[in-house]
């Protein structure tokens, strides 16, 4: 009798051990099971530059490992120019809780900004003076739950540009989108520019891609050239406004590589898809562990002459030798 009580007990002991040890592994198993994160990517609206912010930003993530449908979920919303579109995505962000958030354009941004919780990431990706934007407290310091890369517009060296391709333009038409304050900014720094370098300007505004025509129509009557600032309205419309400069013969200069493959003449331009890209990297880095409060604001500064050859010769201009001879060699050439 005793010794079965005693087998009873080595028994109830044995079960208890494989019982405990199976319940310790799947808990293990659990903790070790990560969690596959989730990223809203809020764009304002479709034109070739914010694509190519978005293709870069995906491109980023990629750099530091994460696949979208491997291990990090991807949730991709368009507002497609509409204000009210900006908010209700947004909202839908901040209601799923997802891990982070990415604005392409600052209307996408601070939609973001103004709906989902502080303490959930805010990457910028490409948008002009986010402190002047209300985005951040400094470029060094944001200071809060939002961080990513300005498009500063290398605005020097276009003006160069300009000055070289039209050399006898005697005004300059800058236009752009009154409700977009990256245009705006932009716009206003290049007038000021003009100012500094001796060169006459006047500059016109659009209230949406609507105004493109009526406006373009009265502004190459009135100057010699035009240049086109990273303004979302203006790169959306860049084929009208082309269409129109092209009957008075009036060349457009534009901001970005994406608008000289539109139509315009020349240009001195950041890549868009690098600065996606960059802000890619940045938000696996905070996906990782790294606080966007003093992760500063980067600037993707370095450019590249990009040139529409097509473009031209329909307007009768010979581009510099030198100019041609870098954008065949490092920039881009449309033809």
Known sequence: MKRMYTLIAILAVFLGVAFFTT??????????????????ILQLLTHPALDQIHQGFVAGLKEYGYTPG?????????????QSNLKTMSTKFANENVDLVAG??????????????????????????????????????????ITGTSGESPLQKQLELLKQIVPDAKTVGI???????????????????????????????????????????QMTSQVDAVYAPQDNGVAS?????????????????????????????????????ELGKVAGEMAAQV????????????????????????????????????IVKQAEAKGEVFK
Not at 200 to 212: E, F, G, R, V, W
């Open 287 to 322: 996906l990782r562990g790294r606080k966007t409060a003093d992760f500063p604001v980067a600037y993707v500064t370095k450019g590249t002459y990009v040139i529409n050859q097509k473009e031209a010769e329909l307007l009768g201009i010979k581009l510099p030798d030198e």
């Open 237 to 273: 419309a860049m084929k009208t406004l082309v269409n129109v400069a092209n009957k008075e013969k009036v060349p457009v200069i534009p901001s970005a590589d994406t608008m000289v493959k539109d139509g315009g003449l020349a240009s001195y331009a950041i890549s868009q898809t």
């Open 175 to 217: 236009i752009y989108t009154s409700s977009d304050h990256g245009g705006s900014y932009n716009a206003k720094k290049f007038a000021k520019l003009c100012q500094e370098n001796g060169v006459n300007y006047k500059l016109y505004t659009i209230s949406s891609t609507n105004d493109m025509q009526q406006v373009a129509e």
């Open 70 to 82: 491997k291990n990090i979920k991807i949730e991709f919303q368009n507002a497609q120019g509409d």
């Open 104 to 145: 392409i354009a600052t209307p996408a941004a601070q939609a973001l900004a103004n709906s989902v919780s502080k303490k959930t990431p805010v990457i910028l990706a490409g948008i002009t003076d986010p402190t002047g934007g209300g985005l951040v407290k400094s470029d060094k310091h944001p200071g809060g739950n």
């Open 23 to 40: 319940q310790n592994k799947n808990s293990t198993a659990s903790s070790n099971k990560k969690k596959i994160p989730t990223v809203g």
